[in-house]
């Protein structure tokens, strides 16, 4: 079973060092974002949710430990928000680390999150994927979760 432990600042800056650049990335792959200037673009909108780093207001990130050896397995972290028109916890971002895939560390992390919005006395887990990342696409769908808005695009030839 996995731990969530508030993250610590190194592994914060380890994070968005990689985070940024994965998420210009996804961005750009799902057609959303000319490959100019993404990862300028990116860093602003983690800038935006976490203007104070580990300490922005309603902000909720965690170093996801195996509970058994502590190795740091991952990362999620979730935001509250009262916009909703039930309190909710938006993912913003999980993730696991490669040597760690597809050994039921992520659901065991989705599972772990439920209690901490449980904690929170938050009715809902809201979350976002990009259509192109089928494993966290079927690991949501095994857990239960549904869709509630989905975006389409049609390319066409020039």
């Known amino acids: 079973m996995v731990r969530l432990v508030p993250m610590e600042q190194a592994h914060f800056e380890a994070y968005l ?6 998420y210009a990335d996804d961005q750009v792959r799902a057609g959303n974002w000319h490959v100019s200037n993404t990862v300028e673009r990116a860093k602003e909108a983690y800038t935006a949710l976490l203007p104070d780093g580990l300490a922005s207001e309603k ?15 991952g990362m999620i972290w979730f935001m509250v ?4 028109a039930r309190p909710t916890a938006f993912v913003c971002d ?6 760690y895939r597809r050994k ?8 772990a999150l439920e ?9 809902r887990i809201a979350l976002h994927v990009f ?21 389409m695009a049609k390319e066409l030839d020039a």
């Open 94 to 99: 999980l993730l696991i680390q490669e040597p």
């Open 131 to 151: 259509a192109h990342n089928a494993p966290a696409r079927a690991l949501y769908a095994k857990m239960g979760y549904q869709a509630t808005n989905i975006q």
């Open 17 to 22: 060092k990689e985070a940024i650049p994965s």
């Open 81 to 84: 928000n009262e916009q909703a």
């Open 115 to 123: 209690g901490k919005v449980r904690e929170l006395r938050l009715e």
């Open 104 to 111: 039921g560390y992520g659901t065991e992390t989705m599972e």
């Open 59 to 73: 902000q909720h990130l965690f170093s996801v430990l195996d509970g058994e050896s502590g190795a740091q397995v």
